[in-house]
C-alpha cells in the first residue's frame, strides 16, 4: 500500500474540522479575548496567547481572495503526482485569516492577485478525509 502524502491526521481536537468539511462547511477558530479569527487551528490564540477555554469553532462565509500562487508541475509525493500540473495557493479569508489551500477548476493563465474565490471541497479518498480547496466565485 503506497503512502498518501495529500490526507490529515485527525485527531480529537482537529475532529470538527474535518467532520465540517466533510459536510461542506469551513470552520474557523476566533478568540473571545481579541476576537481574531485564525487558521491553521490551533487550541489556543496565536495573537493574544489566550487559552484553548477562551477559543472557539465558527463557520467560515467560504469567501476568499487569492494572496500568491505557484503552478506545480512536479511532485513524486503519491498521489500528487497524478494531479500536475496544480496550483498551490494562498488565500485571504473573508474572516482574515491566511490559509493554504490548492486553487482549482481555474487555468493558470486566468489567476489574479485579489481574485474572488470561493470554497469547494475534494474527497481525500474513498471514506476518507475532505479537503477544502478554492475556486473562482463567478458572482
Do not use: K, Q
Not at 491553521?40 to 493574544?48: A, I, S, V
Not at 485569516?97 to 489567476?111: F, G, I, N, Q, S
Not at 475534494?122 to 471514506?127: D, F, I, L, T
Request: hydrophobic share 40%; aromatic share 10%; charged share 25%.
Amino acid at each position: 500500500m503506497t503512502t498518501r502524502h495529500d490526507l490529515p491526521e485527525t485527531d480529537d481536537f482537529t475532529r470538527p474540522y474535518w467532520d465540517a468539511a466533510a459536510e461542506g462547511r469551513l470552520l474557523l477558530r476566533r478568540c473571545a479575548d481579541c476576537g481574531r479569527a485564525h487558521h491553521y487551528p490551533r487550541e489556543f490564540c496565536p495573537y493574544c496567547w489566550a487559552g484553548e477555554e477562551r477559543v472557539a469553532w465558527e463557520p467560515a462565509s467560504g469567501r476568499a481572495t487569492l494572496y500568491t500562487w505557484s503552478v506545480v508541475h512536479r511532485n513524486d509525493l503519491p498521489p500528487f503526482g497524478e494531479r500536475v500540473p496544480y496550483t498551490a495557493a494562498v488565500v485571504d479569508l473573508a474572516e482574515g485569516p491566511r490559509m493554504m489551500t490548492e486553487v482549482v477548476e481555474c487555468a493558470a493563465a486566468e489567476l489574479r492577485i485579489g481574485m474572488p474565490l470561493r470554497i469547494a471541497f475534494r474527497e481525500g479518498a474513498p471514506g476518507g478525509a475532505v479537503v477544502p480547496v478554492f475556486r473562482p466565485d463567478d458572482r
